[in-house]
T-cell receptor, first 112, second 115 residues
Framework: AQKVTQAQTEISVVEKEDVTLDCVYE???????LFWYKQPPSGELVFLIR??????QNEISGRYSWNFQKSTSSFNFTITASQVVDSAVYFC?????????FGKGTRLSVIA | DTGVSQNPRHKITKRGQNVTFRCDPI?????LYWYRQTLGQGPEFLTY????????KSRLLSDRFSAERPKGSFSTLEIQRTEQGDSAMYLC?????????????FGPGTRLTVT
């Protein structure tokens, strides 16, 4: 069965530090998609990125970057020069032949 | 249309009562999903529709849970004979299923408290 593991339950960093959120997945699908969502204190899940299993190119969007490594079944998310507004719970997810499965999330606290 | 909307945002009910939640997806989206999220957990998939067809409902938590999307637009999620364990955030999401894996956009959720 599909499974997504976010081993870091909580991370606390000082503003302007870089931080990496880890995501490891298990799947039997040959074609699948990986996602990251942000859930700020307001509660609404915000889509950040989707990556398909055939595209292992890393992606950068502003201060955000994602490292997809199929060989290690990992899809890690790095925030560069973190800001207080980055404080949120971040969820990694997987979908393929089964509905979207989320990890338990990593709570990131950025301290000014 | 600015996004997925859900009503009510909060619902407090007594154990044994029935509750119904509504979700209005992004207008051009043909897929609609329901999730449940409990404290400290990621969203847990419950069911989804493509247009008015319910394509997956085996993940509904019990036969007390049911969902409808009669005209392929808004959807309702009903919980009958609520139990305290049903207290959670119920999330709705929608997507455009032209390609598999299309990203889902979530609503603000309905927080259910069963007393």
């Amino acid at each position: 069965a599909q499974k997504v593991t976010q081993a870091q339950t909580e991370i606390s960093v000082v503003e302007k530090e870089d931080v990496t959120l880890d995501c490891v997945y298990e799947t039997r699908d040959t074609t699948y998609y990986l996602f990251w969502y942000k859930q700020p204190p307001s509660g609404e899940l915000v889509f950040l990125i989707r990556r398909n299993s055939f595209d292992e190119q890393n992606e950068i969007s502003g201060r955000y970057s994602w490292n997809f490594q199929k060989s290690t079944s990992s899809f890690n998310f790095t925030i560069t020069a973190s800001q207080v507004v980055d404080s949120a719970v971040y969820f990694c997810g997987h979908s393929g032949n089964t509905p979207l499965v989320f990890g338990k999330g990593t709570r990131l606290s950025v301290i000014a | 249309d600015t996004g997925v909307s859900q009503n009510p945002r909060h619902k407090i009910t007594k154990r044994g009562q029935n509750v119904t939640f509504r979700c209005d997806p992004i207008s051009e989206h043909n897929r609609l999903y329901w999730y449940r999220q409990t404290l400290g957990q990621g969203p847990e998939f419950l069911t989804y529709f493509q247009n008015e067809a319910q394509l997956e409902k085996s993940r509904l938590l019990s036969d007390r849970f049911s969902a409808e999307r009669p005209k392929g637009s808004f959807s309702t999620l009903e919980i009958q004979r609520t139990e305290q364990g049903d207290s959670a955030m119920y999330l709705c999401a929608s997507s455009l299923a032209i390609l598999a894996g299309h990203e889902q956009y979530f609503g603000p959720g309905t927080r259910l408290t069963v007393t």
